[in-house]
């Protein structure tokens, strides 16, 4: 390193890279502070070139020192990978080398936190799984980065209808709230609906696996709660920001072919529904009137596909999913950055 930096140009830069690191935080504070002044609290999520400060400072040190050469080259906090990771692709761009030395094997811990910190999509990384101390340091991270170095969190109070009202954490345009919150407790789509004309960015933690195995009316419960929550967000462009047990595809698991038990009351409607079906005769009742479930008179089961509501809820669950996809896509993100803010003030 001494003999390959001693032949170098002038426009060369050598550091330790911890003092690197310090250095960039550096400038991304000041950065955000002449942002705060210059263009104030933004209530929208901005995408401009200009108002990227992490790219903006990677191309000032580019123009600075076209070869870098760092000392001690290693990442261990969570947060810095994720700064680096769009740091050194703006500088690679810029056509900057890098040489660095390192006490660490580049191979060692390679797979360590590998899904959230490899994107399939250009922007920032929208859902986080499983759920580790290194994602949860990522994730405030990145809320910090939302707030801008502003006001914290507080809890706000905001208005649904007909007197009913919803209490999140929030500031400015930034909501962050745990799934257990929005979807355990006694909350629809009014809520919902509320929630998304509030806040242009929804933090949303700790979603669980809803499998078969937890089936009971509980599960399904959620699962809908869920379900209609995504619809609200999607349908006002809110950009979501996650973390939960599994990757999407499998946060709900719901087997075909699983039998449930089913009460003989149900069983008995079903099968001269069926009957009737067959013989091409046209049911003249309704029979979607609750059946409460009682296990002394439950039949051996029946097929999850042949229920009629649980076929829709798994339609509704594959619709969410594809949903949830979306929303970390480019497309979705520009979209979600240019809607129109339905509702900025703060409720108390």
Request: charged residues 20%; contains cysteine; neutral net charge.
């Amino acid at each position: 390193m001494d003999m390959f930096y001693s032949n170098l140009d002038n426009k060369k830069r050598r550091v330790h890279f911890h003092a690197f690191l310090l250095d960039v935080h550096r400038r991304i504070h000041k950065r955000k502070q002449e942002h705060l002044e210059t263009y104030g609290r933004s209530m929208h999520i901005e995408l401009q070139p200009e108002r990227d400060i992490i790219g903006t400072i990677a191309k000032e040190i580019a123009t600075e020192s076209p070869v870098l050469c760092f000392d001690e080259f290693q990442v261990i906090d969570i947060a810095d990978a994720m700064i680096m990771r769009k740091f050194f692709s703006v500088l690679f761009q810029q056509g900057t080398v890098m040489v660095a030395t390192s006490n660490t094997h580049p191979q060692v811990w390679k797979n360590l936190n590998y899904p959230p910190l490899h994107s399939h999509n250009p922007m920032d990384d929208a859902y986080f799984y499983p759920i580790t101390p290194q994602v949860q340091t990522q994730v405030l991270a990145i809320v910090d980065e939302l707030l801008q170095g502003g006001p914290p969190l507080v809890l706000e109070t905001i208005p649904v209808m007909m007197g009913r009202s919803l209490q999140v954490m929030g500031q400015g345009d930034v909501c962050v709230v745990e799934f257990a919150a929005l979807c355990n407790t006694d909350k629809g789509a009014a809520d919902y609906k509320a929630l998304s004309e509030r806040f242009r960015v929804v933090v949303l933690t700790n979603i669980p696996q809803l499998t078969l195995a937890m089936h009971n009316q509980v599960s399904l419960l959620l699962a809908r709660r869920f379900i209609t929550l995504l619809d609200e967000l999607y349908e006002h462009k809110v950009r979501l920001i996650s973390t939960a047990a599994v990757a999407p595809d499998a946060l709900f698991q719901f087997d075909a072919h699983v039998k449930v038990p089913v009460p003989l009351s149900l069983a008995s409607k079903q099968a001269a529904l069926h009957d009737l079906q067959a013989n091409h005769i046209k049911p003249f009742t309704s029979w979607d009137g609750p059946v409460a479930h009682d296990p002394a008179t439950a039949s051996d089961g029946e097929e999850v596909k042949n229920m009629s509501s649980m076929t829709d809820l798994m339609y509704a669950c594959k619709r969410a999913v594809s949903r949830l996809h979306e929303m970390q896509t480019l497309k979705y993100q520009t979209l979600a950055a240019s809607s129109n803010v339905q509702n900025t003030k703060v409720h108390k």
